[in-house]
């Protein structure tokens, strides 16, 4: 009887150490977090934002940039981002500017000329700061901002 209950012992615990590698090897590896967006290609940045003062507008220039990546989506617009304070009031250094989308503009060009322009009507005794930023088709991807423009006016 004793045999019948040593083989019955060593059969239970193969058993057991079968069913824990079992259950280990599929358990995983590795710690689980949120899930995370596929990494998508980001849509190239505008860096020469320029103005120009005429009349009671500001006209911004700036240049299609071209992709760097050939999987970069493309283009299809850029949003204008505008920041209006009194001239009485004073902005620290180091404070966040409270920027506001103001427009959204297309970005058609034509053949090699790939500047576009957008031209703002301003009101006199304000601190204006702008800047843009690129957008792909239905928004999917938002480029960095671009380079700011600062005046008083």
Do not use: H
Not at 103 to 121: C, P
Not at 122 to 136: E, H, I, M, N, P
Not at 137 to 146: G, I, W
């Amino acid at each position: 009887m004793t045999s019948l209950y040593k083989l019955f012992k060593y059969n239970l615990i193969f058993i057991a150490m079968v069913v824990m590698v079992v259950v280990l090897s599929v358990a995983g590896c590795g710690k689980k977090g949120p899930p995370s967006p596929p990494r998508q290609l980001a849509v190239p940045s505008v860096n020469n934002l320029e103005s120009k003062i005429e009349a009671n507008n500001v006209i911004l220039t700036w240049t299609v940039p071209e992709a760097k990546e050939k999987e970069s989506p493309p283009i299809t617009g850029f949003v204008i981002r505008q920041a209006k304070y009194p001239l009485s009031e004073e902005i620290c250094e180091n404070c966040p500017i409270n920027y506001k989308p103001i427009a959204e503009v297309a970005a058609d060009f034509n053949g090699n000329d790939r500047k576009i322009k957008y031209i703002k009507q301003l009101d006199k005794g304000f601190k204006y700061f702008f800047k843009v930023t690129a957008f792909s088709k239905n928004m999917t991807s938002e480029s960095r901002d671009s380079n700011i423009i600062k005046f008083d006016y």
